[in-house]
């Protein structure tokens, strides 16, 4: 094989790790930020609940 070819076939593979370390990352930022997301709504329905609650009685 030619120099140039074995370079661009590395080339081709670090790029395709790279992007998928980077879709990864990306992906489990994405699901600490709906884990957050979902425990602000939990409290917040609840909260909202005990409000509620207090103005009955």
Do not use: P, Y
């Not at 593979?13 to 709906?34: D, K, P, Q, S």
């Amino acid at each position: 094989m030619d120099g140039l070819a074995i370079l661009t076939i590395l080339l081709g593979f670090f790029t395709a790790v790279f992007w998928m370390v980077v879709g990864w990352r990306a992906m489990r930022a994405h699901e600490r930020i709906a884990d957050s997301i979902e425990k602000i709504a939990h409290a917040s329905d609840s909260l909202s609940q005990q409000r509620s609650g207090n103005q009955i009685n």
